[in-house]
């Protein structure tokens, strides 16, 4: 292992995310030494409800983050050891037999839906309406991209030589090979989450879709090389050619390693758009039925994980819907709008004086079901923007908790601590919070770039410069602060939670389905 302080070894990991794309340059000690970011448009719409962009644009901004990196290194691109690629989970690409993309990405927040009305055959649809789970694994083929290719635009899918995750085409343009990393494996793909490779032959999932095995990447496991750094895209990086580029994981995978997180009793939660808590297991663990754990940034593990789709993007949502002023009172004085926001939370009691969210501002598949909506109740004449502010990171921690409760069951362990990371980590007032409604510590990593530092902890396993994962997890992360829970708070949201946000869904539940008949919305 590295030690002294003048043989560090660096890699540069890649972190192609919804809202930017990122070079950072790591050392063995987890510690980012330089930064470049380059900010993106999440999507362009060309109908409503899609969500789409071009796959040359994140090469593009990843060639000018590295551009914005290297400006300010103190590190020279030869003392980078390796590369690697961590990414936004559930981007699809399609490329021809040139590698050339045929259209636009389909992003991971994109709503179309494919045409699912036929069946399956075989026994699979008596098996599926056995175990009721018809409706999950209709709204799966809905939302298979691949169907919806195939069925609107058929001689675009019959040019697809490969379709690929937005990892794999980011290794492709770096390499030249069509390989990816089996922790980057979460979408509508023909992919077996229990043993963590592609689906096999009599799986349903080569029913469901379109995608033929020829279509797909090579898989590799986290800390395994994916190819070398070619010519082209080493003058593209300011690398030099031949380095190795080392698979990594999926960004949610990569930020709860990133975290520390390695064991069960370790709670990850990510407050990024899409907000989770994670559990990294040796079992496969489903917290909700049929809905499978995904691969873990350690080979041969598993993330069991619940998920609020549109977490942290409500906070983005009530910003953009209600924060003006906040936006331009922080322009004025120099500061992060963050700051404010947080003055807005602070000013108000906890529990908002009763003004209760529920996040499901996007539907769900399994949990908590498609008919899902969203939902504020408890309103009075003295609620404010401050308030619903609150509500909504209450909201979001209070359904956080719940998935929380439901990862224990299933797995059988207690968490003793949470890790936090992602954009809404940053908030003081958002991590104090959820460690009174969790009434457990809330600590925040020493670094914001999680998902960097899991990818870099994959790339130096596979480096050799520490001998496996639990000794780069322990060398290369560490907790940067720490809340504690109040006591005299939480009690006010133990009964709020136990006697108001878990009763809600089961009381709204009829609303939601009638509003889901009569005006078709969602599905």
Not at 249 to 268: L, V
Not at 269 to 283: D, E, R
Not at 366 to 385: C, L, M, N
Not at 475 to 482: I, L, N, P, S
Request: glycine share 8%.
């Amino acid at each position: 292992m590295t030690t002294a302080a003048s043989a560090r070894t660096y890699v540069m990991a890649i972190d192609n995310g919804t809202q930017s794309v990122r070079a950072l340059l790591i050392d063995d000690l987890g510690n980012v030494v330089a930064k470049g970011k380059q900010p993106i448009e999440p999507y362009f719409s060309e109908q409503p409800g899609w969500a789409e962009q071009r796959p040359e644009y994140y090469w593009e901004a990843l060639g000018e983050a590295c551009r914005l990196m290297w400006r300010d290194s103190p590190v020279a691109p030869e003392q980078v050891a390796a590369v690697t690629v961590t990414t936004q989970r559930g981007t699809v690409i399609c490329v021809d037999r040139d590698g050339t993309p045929l259209r636009p990405a389909i992003i991971w927040l994109d709503q179309r839906h494919a045409q699912a009305e036929d069946k399956l055959g075989g026994v699979w649809d008596v098996l599926f309406k056995v175990a009721r789970v018809e409706e999950t694994v209709k709204r799966f083929r809905e939302k298979t991209q691949a169907n919806w290719l195939a069925q609107q635009q058929p001689d675009l899918w019959r040019r697809t030589h490969k379709f690929l995750l937005l990892s794999g085409y980011l290794n492709f343009r770096l390499t030249g090979n069509y390989v990816d990393s089996i922790g980057s494996q979460v979408g509508y793909i023909p992919f077996d989450y229990k043993k963590l490779r592609w689906a096999p032959a009599r799986d349903w999932k080569w029913r469901a879709m379109p995608v033929c095995p020829e279509q797909l990447p090579e898989l590799v496991e986290p800390g395994r090389p994916a190819g070398t750094l070619s010519t082209d895209a080493a003058a593209w990086l300011g690398l030099p050619a031949g380095l190795p580029v080392i698979a990594a994981a999926s960004d949610k995978a990569c930020e709860i390693i990133g975290s520390g997180g390695s064991a069960p009793h370790i709670g990850c939660m990510s407050y990024g758009t899409t907000a989770t808590i994670n559990a990294t297991n040796a079992k496969y663990v489903e917290a909700i039925p049929y809905m499978p754990p995904y691969p873990s940034a350690i080979p041969g593990r598993y993330c069991t994980e619940v998920m609020i789709y549109r977490g942290f993007w409500m906070v983005s949502w009530f910003k953009k819907e209600f924060g003006l002023r906040e936006e331009g009172v922080a322009k004025e004085r120099g500061i992060e709008p963050e700051q404010l926001f947080d003055e807005l939370v602070d000013a108000v009691p906890p529990g908002s004086m009763g003004l209760t969210l529920q996040p499901y501002w996007s539907p769900g598949v399994r949990s908590p079901g498609p008919e899902a909506k969203g939902a504020i109740i408890g309103f009075g004449d003295v609620h404010t923007r401050a308030h619903m502010y609150r509500a909504i990171l209450e909201g979001l921690a209070y359904a956080l908790r719940e998935g929380r409760e439901k990862i224990e069951k299933k797995s059988g362990v207690k968490m003793r601590v949470l890790r936090v990371s992602g954009g809404g980590s940053q908030s003081d007032a958002a991590l104090q919070l959820t460690a009174d409604i969790f009434n457990l510590p809330v600590e925040r990593p020493h670094t914001y770039e999680t998902s960097a530092l899991g990818a870099a902890i994959d790339a130096m396993v596979g480096l050799g410069v520490h001998r496996d994962f639990d000794t780069a997890i322990a060398a290369m992360t560490r907790v940067g602060e720490t809340f504690q829970p109040r006591p005299e708070v939480v009690s006010v949201y133990e009964r709020l939670y136990s006697e108001v946000y878990l009763k809600m869904y089961r009381q709204l539940q009829p609303l939601y389905q009638s509003i889901r008949e009569i005006t078709g919305y969602p599905g």
